[in-house]
């Protein structure tokens, strides 16, 4: 499985950006599609993940900024992030693993950065 992330920059303070990441290779069966972010000197931390059954779950600090979504006839899933804050400032990160394994594929990661 590859992951093909896009869609960082950099964005004031209150402005929005969609991260988009693309999944390919062998996509089946009931699997987890989830952003991750890692700041600089910090721990890499869950973002949001969206389940193949529609289940999604959001990081406290992001509920009712950030939004999950997928495309399961594209094997995409996008992160809809609006009103960004500066410690929003992270490279993300998207994981894709099937829930009857523990094997986890990683994209590149992306850079978003959110001036004050």
């Known amino acids: 499985v590859q992951l093909q992330a896009s869609g960082g920059g950099l964005v004031q303070a209150g402005g929005s950006l969609r991260l988009s990441c693309a999944a390919s290779?062998?996509?089946?069966?009931?699997?987890?599609m989830a952003w991750y972010r890692q700041g600089q000197g910090k721990q890499r931390e869950l973002v949001a993940s969206?389940?193949?059954?529609?289940?999604?779950n959001y990081v406290d600090s992001v509920k009712g900024r950030f939004t999950i979504s997928r495309d399961n006839s594209q094997n995409t899933v996008y992160l809809q992030m609006n009103s960004l804050k500066p410690e929003d400032t992270a490279v993300y990160y998207c994981?894709?693993?099937?829930?009857?394994?523990?094997?986890?594929?990683w994209g590149q990661g992306t850079q978003v950065t959110v001036s004050s």
């Open positions: 290779g062998n996509i089946f069966g009931a699997n987890v």
């Open positions: 994981k894709y693993r099937r829930l009857l394994s523990s094997v986890d594929y």
């Open positions: 969206a389940f193949s059954n529609g289940d999604t």
